[in-house]
């Protein structure tokens, strides 16, 4: 027969589906994988990003191949600057799996759980490896749906002493700490929120620096989620010297970062460079983790769910 069936899994079955201790050590292998230089296992390109002016937004392509396993992926994903206060979604995201050999979509699945989690997994993995071990203060700048998702697997598997948050609304930081399963304390500005913080996450809409590396102790850890456009920043240039800089991929955030691109820092590893022990963890630093996002991750959270999906 030549039928060729199309898989659909929506949301709560990809969130029924994935889990941080399967996705994580997944994500661990295809970022050491991606920074292997002389291998082709895996080709990705920058993410091909079409601005939406009228709506102040972008729809993002991001494919994929991972010729080892077997994985074909590309993700959709649009994503807007949303005015305060507004009511709709600020990303939206929809992943396809291929069948490499013969071309065809054999799954359409929800992107935004895939997205969400991901990414909150790639920044867990960065503070594994960078954070300083006896870390007890975490503070998530921002109270999104990504606050929500580092703030799951961060207190999964990490004890924190202390859980810090912050949004421009107060209301809004309230309601997030409401929805929160552990004790978190809201704090009024982000100064309050970052001093003597061990690890900081960024996960705003800011397009200027909201974060200032005065306000930020030495050895602390950042991993930096928001501003994915070379003009948007999270981080101020103060921050950003006197860290030692790694992101998931240099090509993406030389073109994508403004963060990186602004400041003109150097680069001092991609995070898979670490995975694979060809550059040192600097923990006994400052760190900052620049997290853009990449379609390798997309499709090895893909891979899992549809792995998953086949032994139901």
């Not at 994500?27 to 230089?37: M, P, Q």
């Not at 997205?115 to 954070?131: E, G, H, N, P």
């Not at 409401?178 to 982000?190: A, E, H, I, Y």
């Not at 996450?201 to 501003?227: D, I, Y």
Request: hydrophobic share 40%; charged share 25%; with cysteine.
């Amino acid at each position: 027969c030549n039928c060729i069936h199309l898989l659909i899994i929506w949301e709560h079955e990809v969130r029924r589906l994935l889990h941080y201790g399967e996705l994580i050590p997944r994500l661990e292998t295809a970022l050491g994988k991606f920074s292997k230089r002389n291998s082709a296992e895996v080709i990705q390109p920058v993410r091909t990003t079409v601005p939406l002016q009228k709506h102040s937004g972008f729809l993002g392509v991001m494919p994929c191949y991972m010729e080892n396993d077997g994985i074909l992926c590309t993700k959709l994903v649009s994503f807007y600057k949303r005015p305060a206060g507004s009511t709709l979604p600020s990303t939206q995201a929809t992943v396809m799996l291929l069948d490499p050999e013969y071309g065809n979509v054999k799954a359409v699945m929800d992107g935004e759980v895939i997205t969400f989690m991901r990414t909150a997994a790639v920044s867990a993995i960065s503070a594994k490896l960078l954070m300083r071990p006896d870390a007890e203060v975490l503070t998530i700048l921002g109270t999104g749906k990504q606050a929500k998702s580092h703030y799951n697997v961060f207190t999964e598997i990490f004890q924190f002493k202390e859980v810090r948050v912050w949004s421009r609304s107060v209301d809004r930081a309230d309601t997030f700490a409401g929805s929160l399963n552990g004790p978190v304390t809201v704090c009024k500005s982000v100064e309050e929120a970052v001093k003597g913080a061990d690890i900081i996450v960024t996960v705003t809409r800011s397009t200027e620096p909201v974060l200032f590396g005065q306000w930020v102790k030495p050895g602390a850890h950042v991993t930096a989620v928001g501003a994915c456009r070379p003009d948007w920043r999270e981080l101020d240039d103060t921050l950003m010297k006197q860290a030692v800089v790694y992101v998931d991929s240099r090509e993406s955030a030389m073109t994508e970062s403004g963060d990186i691109i602004l400041s003109g820092v150097e680069i001092f590893a991609e995070i898979g460079d670490v995975i694979n022990g060809t550059k040192p963890a600097c923990r006994e630093k400052t760190t900052v983790f620049k997290s853009l996002g990449l379609g390798v991750e997309d499709a090895a959270s893909a891979q899992l769910v549809y792995d998953k999906w086949k032994q139901c």
